[in-house]
């Protein structure tokens, strides 16, 4: 049985929400090890975008107060 476009966008789709939250929790993951060097880039949909942003803000101001 062949692949046919159903399953190839299947694919595609499932992809590009998963990979962006399994980045994410690779993150946290490095994060809750005391990594605070831990950026992840943005990419996914726009909700996925902002979530990797917030969480790049969250782990540069976590970096700048354990400086203080």
């Not at 476009?5 to 946290?28: A, Q, R």
């Not at 994060?31 to 902002?50: C, L, N, T, W």
Request: without cysteine; hydrophobic residues 30%.
């Amino acid at each position: 049985k062949g692949t046919d476009g159903k399953e190839s966008l299947w694919g595609t789709v499932k992809n590009s929400i998963t990979k962006p939250i399994t980045l994410l929790k690779n993150g946290l993951t490095r994060v809750s090890e005391g990594d605070f060097d831990a950026m992840i880039k943005p990419q996914g949909f726009d909700e996925h975008r902002m979530l990797i942003k917030s969480f790049n803000q969250m782990t540069t101001m976590l970096k700048e107060s354990k400086k203080k």
